[in-house]
């Protein structure tokens, strides 16, 4: 057994204890999950300037808010990410809406899904749009939507989604291509009617 596994093993065991009420569980498990989650919020801001007030460790703070009043079943690690993945993109689309409330992202300059979760003042109506026309995908194709959730703002690998959604990484792979074409297409409509 690698070191990783066993980790990986841990993680899933005190998912499962916190998720059956042992509040112990969590205290042994955040500090388990805190770098990867502050690596996944990092990624999502690292083009934010200096002075923004949106920080990698506050957004880390808000998602386990959110993550210990949320009642879930915990199944594994991959899951508790996938999950995480989904609470950071309604933060950061949260941040968003309040740094931009025009309706669709009306007039701001569309951007390709790699640096949509890359959000700054400039780019707050970018995001909303993305989410958006993420919620038209997943009305279309929930697990496509899924994968783009798992992938850009999850950060997990091929693999890892691949098992959090029970379909070869091939399927992914292929799956998240045509999502991105899908809402590249989207994208582009929505800056060509605005």
Same mark, same amino acid.
């Given at each position: 057994?690698?070191?990783?596994?066993?980790?990986?093993?841990?993680?899933?065991?005190?998912?499962?204890?916190?998720?059956?009420?042992?509040?112990?569980?969590?205290?042994?498990?955040?500090?388990?999950?805190?770098?990867?989650? +502050?690596? @996944?919020?990092? $990624?999502?801001?690292?083009?934010? =300037?200096?002075? %923004?007030?949106?920080?990698?460790?506050?957004? &880390?703070?808000?998602?386990?808010?959110?993550?210990?009043?949320?009642?879930?079943?915990?199944?594994?690690?991959?899951?508790?990410?996938?999950?995480?993945? +989904?609470? @950071?993109?309604? $933060?950061?689309?949260?941040?968003? =809406?309040?740094? %931009?409330?025009?309706?669709?992202?009306?007039? &701001?300059?569309?951007?390709?899904?790699?640096?949509?979760?890359?959000?700054?003042?400039?780019?707050?109506?970018?995001?909303?749009?993305?989410?958006?026309?993420?919620?038209?995908?997943?009305?279309?194709?929930?697990?496509?939507?899924?994968?783009?959730?798992?992938?850009?703002?999850?950060?997990?690998?091929?693999?890892?989604?691949?098992?959090?959604?029970?379909?070869?990484?091939?399927?992914?792979?292929?799956?998240?291509?045509?999502?991105?074409?899908?809402?590249?297409?989207?994208?582009?409509?929505?800056?060509?009617?605005?």
């Amino acid at each position: 057994m690698t070191e990783g596994s066993s980790e990986q093993q841990l993680v899933t065991r005190l998912l499962k204890q916190w998720g059956s009420g042992n509040k112990a569980a969590l205290d042994e498990l955040m500090p388990l999950v805190y770098e990867q989650l +502050r690596k @996944l919020a990092s $990624i999502c801001l690292s083009s934010e =300037r200096p002075d %923004h007030t949106l920080r990698a460790t506050a957004l &880390v703070h808000e998602a386990y808010l959110r993550l210990v009043n949320a009642d879930v079943a915990w199944e594994d690690r991959i899951h508790f990410f996938a999950v995480s993945a +989904r609470l @950071l993109r309604r $933060i950061l689309v949260d941040h968003a =809406r309040a740094h %931009h409330r025009q309706k669709r992202g009306g007039g &701001v300059e569309m951007i390709s899904l790699d640096e949509a979760v890359m959000i700054g003042p400039d780019k707050a109506g970018e995001i909303v749009a993305l989410d958006e026309a993420l919620q038209r995908l997943a009305a279309h194709d929930q697990r496509k939507s899924e994968i783009v959730e798992l992938l850009s703002f999850g950060g997990l690998t091929y693999d890892e989604a691949a098992a959090a959604l029970t379909i070869s990484p091939a399927t992914v792979h292929r799956e998240f291509r045509m999502a991105k074409a899908w809402l590249h297409r989207e994208l582009t409509q929505d800056s060509a009617s605005a």
